[in-house]
């Protein structure tokens, strides 16, 4: 199992849509999926980025179409919101560890 292609790994998000913000807890589909069950993944947490200055999540998305750059649809159904979002590392803040080492 933890060598399977589409075992689930931590990627990072970022909402496309202007105005619109990622969900904790939402379900995961990619762009042409039927949008019905648990989806390819799901977003564990999100929070406001001033560095960057929009919203930011994590989420844990199968193995098999978790690749940088490519674009998921978040869906939150407890509010029925829909977000278009594009798949990014995830270390938001100092990849290369500049801050730390300075």
């Known amino acids: 199992a933890m060598l399977a292609p589409d075992r689930q790994c931590l990627v990072g998000l970022e909402a496309i849509e202007e105005g619109k913000r990622l969900r904790g807890g939402a379900i995961l589909f990619l762009p042409g999926d039927k949008p019905y069950g648990h989806g390819r993944g799901r977003v564990t947490s999100v929070t406001f980025s001033p560095e960057r200055g ?3 999540g994590l989420a844990l998305l ?4 978790a690749s940088e750059g490519s674009e998921v649809v978040a869906i939150y159904p407890m509010k029925a919101e829909t977000v278009r979002a594009r798949i990014v590392s995830p ?3 100092d990849p290369q560890g500049v801050r730390l080492h300075g």
């Open 54 to 56: 929009h919203y930011v």
């Open 62 to 65: 199968a193995g098999d179409v």
């Open 91 to 93: 270390v938001f803040l």
